[in-house]
């Protein structure tokens, strides 16, 4: 008797920790828009970190851009955020899959930098070469130039 207790009461507790903490929102954001809506306020974060004077200038908060782009409301946004952290298991996917994003367009980020970088080498090196040539002409003639008055001074001279 005491092991069928033990049983039922093993069954109740397990069946009662599988009930949602949270509801289902009525108008639940579906979970790819979810994911696009949270890379783009994770690059918003980024931008606001690195330079917070950039978004300052804006007229409409950047997070209100970001929810009418995807035509949320803030409520909306917070319930179906709210739903989706309920479950560790979906929230975990939700923000693997962010920085998925996050580090693709780091490294095409890091490829466009680094292709600016290489043309920006080659036109100082070009440059570079540029006024050497023009210092190599520049040598011979002073040289000319002084060599020339040497020898007029030592004409003088004698």
């Known amino acids: 008797m005491k092991n069928f207790i033990l049983i039922v009461f093993v069954l109740f507790l397990s069946a009662s920790c599988k ?56 409520l909306q946004f917070a319930q179906s955020n709210m739903y989706y952290a309920a479950d560790y298991k979906s929230y ?16 095409k980020a890091d490829s466009l930098v680094k ?17 050497v040539k023009k210092d190599s002409v520049k040598i011979p003639l002073r040289k000319i130039n002084i060599d020339s008055i040497k020898k007029r001074m030592q004409l003088k001279q004698k």
């Open 115 to 131: 292709i600016e970088e290489k043309k920006a080498a080659a036109k100082a090196k070009k440059n570079k070469a540029a006024a």
């Open 19 to 74: 009930k949602d903490l949270v509801k289902e929102p009525k108008r639940l954001i579906e979970k790819e828009k979810m994911i696009d809506i949270m890379y783009n306020l994770s690059l918003l974060e980024a931008i606001r970190y690195q330079n917070p004077a950039s978004l300052d200038s804006m007229e409409v908060s950047p997070t209100k851009f970001i929810l009418q782009k995807y035509k949320v409301d803030s």
């Open 92 to 107: 975990k996917e939700i923000f693997d899959e962010v920085a998925k994003r996050l580090d693709k367009s780091k490294k």
